[in-house]
């Protein structure tokens, strides 16, 4: 298996332009976690879904901040419109249920830098 | 140990000896407790993971162990490698899927 994949990278945006950022988790996986990283406040979990539907997103930030799960393999996080602030590394990581707690795989995350 | 603020603790050690970084948590109803490791530029790496029930767990190279007493957790590293050069990062859960993590350790490893 391939591993959760998040794309872009990295990404460089104005502020005010709206961001995309993607995720595929790994096949069978039925926990899909969004979170940000940051030097200040280290991971935060922002939103996840079980079986593409939210369960919790109680750490978006704000209604700037939304998350879609369409399919079982595909998810992402839309910024609308972007701030300087919400600059950090994005992390998307999936899970397989079966009991509590879990241990989360993460894809390689994505650079935001919003200038 | 766990950060505040800007700056992550760092421990240095010499290679070939064991590493021990300690993790502080705060939620008496956390039963799952994990470790990851992070390398620059890079995601989380699951490491090992134990379950109130216990409190020790060995993997290769790896012990963690947990003192619910005093809610402490702890991450043993043995005959520590350059490799091992990274992020440590504990999280916990209390009964569900979502984990609280730490601000992180970083372990230095001196050639």
């Known amino acids: 298996d391939a591993g959760v994949i998040q794309s872009p990278r990295h990404e460089v945006t104005e502020m005010g332009q709206e961001v995309t950022l993607r995720c595929k988790p790994i096949s069978g996986h039925d926990y899909l976690f969004w979170y940000r990283q940051t030097m200040m406040r280290g991971l935060e979990l922002l939103i996840y879904?079980?079986?593409?539907?939210?369960?919790?997103d109680s750490g978006m930030p704000e209604d700037r901040f939304s998350a879609k799960m369409p399919n079982a393999s595909f998810s992402t996080l839309k910024i609308q419109p972007s701030e300087p602030r919400d600059s950090a590394v994005y992390f998307c990581?999936?899970?397989?249920?079966?009991?509590?707690?879990?241990?989360?795989?993460f894809g390689s995350g994505t650079q935001l830098s919003v200038l | 140990g766990e950060s505040v603020g800007l700056h992550l603790p760092t421990l240095s050690v010499q290679e070939g000896d064991n590493s021990i970084i300690n993790c502080a948590y705060s939620n008496s109803a956390s039963d799952y407790f994990i470790w990851y490791k992070q390398e620059s530029g890079k995601g989380p790496q699951f490491i090992i993971d134990i379950r109130s029930n216990m409190d020790k767990r060995q993997g290769q190279r790896v012990t963690v162990l947990l003192n619910k007493t005093v809610k402490h957790l702890s991450l043993q590293i043995a005959a520590t490698q350059p490799g091992d050069s990274a992020v440590y990062f504990c999280?916990?859960?209390?009964?569900?899927?979502?984990?609280?993590f730490g601000k992180g350790t970083k372990l230095s490893v001196i050639p």
């Open positions: 879904f079980n079986n593409n539907v939210p369960i919790d």
């Open positions: 999280a916990e859960s209390a009964g569900s899927y979502q984990l609280t």
């Open positions: 990581a999936s899970s397989q249920g079966g009991g509590t707690g879990g241990k989360l795989f």
